[in-house]
């Protein structure tokens, strides 16, 4: 989450002044269309930024609307997973979607990477490293983990014994099994680090800790066929963190990790776009409970509204890292700027459908074509400011498209839950899932 903040003071140049936002305007009332056409035309529209917008060369997606150059492995591993929904809803064809991967496939096998792990930003056209700050110009752990969570659902995806299929199959595992997750516990620590360099090694000194949006990292860490972190780092790293426990009730409901209120609701997204919740339980919590809650609690916090927010209530909710008006935050109910952010709402539809669908319509018939572009709802708005951000961002953008769709097919979760290396992890790391059921009685 830290990390996400330091982004703040590198893209403030990218948003739109807020000068530019004042002007007001009648929208046309739009036309009531079914709600089945309405999410799949929220989908088309924002896979959209992972198509059409895909970076000319790599395929990989812009960190954002106004970097088109600049390409974020994080974004783009939640922009692979949206390829596979835009082949299943026939945005594209089967083949359209893997000549992309397999170009942005080979891009990332030349791509710059440190120990098997990817930096945090790209070039998109000559795959060298873009420093994300001064001494962060190494290998981002948590950003490569976003993408190999896409890359094993599209290797579970192309079975197909086509010379394309099998070729994107043995690629993705080149990848994967050179990736040393085992390096970054920093000499055998029980605790993964962020990042480390070869210019800087561990300067940057930032372990990953619970509770936050970093939970995949652990999960696929366990899970390497060849460079595997022993289980105590989950243990003894992951889950020892101040801010992992909660157990108290908000608006009475039981919240059992993290922040007070939840924090930033992309904590329930990002490592749930592949890693399936349903009856997913360790000893720590039931991720289930975990993630809907945080969702309710987010959505409660806006209705009792206690800042008195302009527009806020319970068909206009969400509050997650985006852009503000005063530069990227973390939104959450413990950091309330009056800034709603469309996907913090819409990726939650999974947990909160009924209440997604009502922010989905606030937004669209409502709100209307102000917050409504080319690649779907622009990235956030504040009411009581006046102000639209004109921008999208690849890691609000893809998740948008991956929750929708987990939630009305459950096809990204039954995916990456079918990797037999993720179902080892869980079960070694003393998770229960469905999913390990499925293995256990597959050996019998």
């Not at 990218?14 to 089945?36: C, F």
């Not at 000549?99 to 098997?116: M, W």
């Not at 998740?399 to 179902?423: A, D, H, Q, T």
Request: hydrophobic residues 35%; proline residues 5%; contains cysteine.
């Amino acid at each position: 989450m830290m990390k996400l903040i330091w982004i703040g003071c590198l893209l403030l140049a990218g948003l739109l002044p807020v000068q530019a936002q004042k002007k007001q305007h009648r929208d046309t009332p739009r036309e009531q269309i079914s709600d089945s056409a309405l999410l799949t035309l929220v989908q088309q529209r924002t896979f959209n930024y992972f198509w059409k917008f895909g970076h000319p060369v790599s395929g990989l997606a812009a960190e954002r609307t106004a970097t088109p150059d600049t390409i974020t492995v994080g974004g783009s591993g939640f922009g692979v997973m949206s390829i596979l929904v835009g082949i299943e809803r026939g945005f594209i064809t089967r083949e359209q979607g893997l000549d992309r991967l397999l170009k942005i496939v080979n891009f990332l096998y030349r791509a710059d990477s440190y120990h098997g792990i990817w930096p945090h930003w790209l070039n998109g056209a000559t795959g060298k490293t873009i420093p994300f700050s001064r001494k962060d110009d190494g290998g981002d752990l948590v950003e490569s983990a976003f993408m190999f969570q896409g890359l094993l659902c599209v290797r579970q995806y192309f079975t197909g014994s086509s010379a394309k299929e099998t070729d994107l199959r043995t690629k993705i595992g080149w990848l994967w099994n050179e990736a040393e997750w085992s390096w970054y516990t920093r000499d055998g620590q029980p605790v993964l680090y962020w990042h480390w360099s070869p210019n800087n090694g561990w300067a940057m000194n930032h372990p990953v800790r619970g509770y936050n949006e970093c939970l995949i990292t652990y999960i696929l860490a366990a899970a390497s066929p060849t460079y595997p972190a022993p289980a105590r780092v989950y243990h003894e790293g992951w889950a020892m963190s101040n801010y992992f426990n909660n157990g108290k009730e908000y608006y009475g409901m039981k919240l059992p990790l993290g922040f007070d209120y939840g924090g930033p609701l992309f904590f329930a997204h990002y490592s749930f776009l592949g890693l399936d919740p349903r009856g997913l339980k360790d000893k720590y919590a039931d991720y289930w409970e975990q993630n809907r809650n945080h969702t309710l609690i987010n959505r409660q916090y806006c209705i009792e509204n206690p800042k008195q927010f302009k527009g806020y209530g319970p068909d206009c909710w969400g509050l997650t890292a985006s852009d503000s008006y005063g530069g990227y935050d973390a939104h959450s109910p413990t950091n309330d700027l009056g800034v709603i952010s469309p996907t913090a709402a819409l990726s939650s539809f999974p947990y909160a459908p009924e209440y997604a669908m009502q922010a989905l319509k606030y937004f669209y018939y409502k709100i209307g074509d102000r917050l409504w572009g080319e690649y779907g709802f622009y990235d956030a708005f504040s009411e009581s400011h006046n102000w639209i951000d004109k921008q999208y961002l690849a890691i609000d953008q893809g998740p948008i498209v991956v929750m929708i769709e987990n939630y009305r097919s459950g096809l990204l979760w039954k995916l990456f839950m079918s990797c037999p290396e993720i179902k080892a992890a869980l079960k070694q790391l003393d998770f229960t899932s469905p999913a390990i059921l499925e293995l256990q009685e597959s050996k019998r």
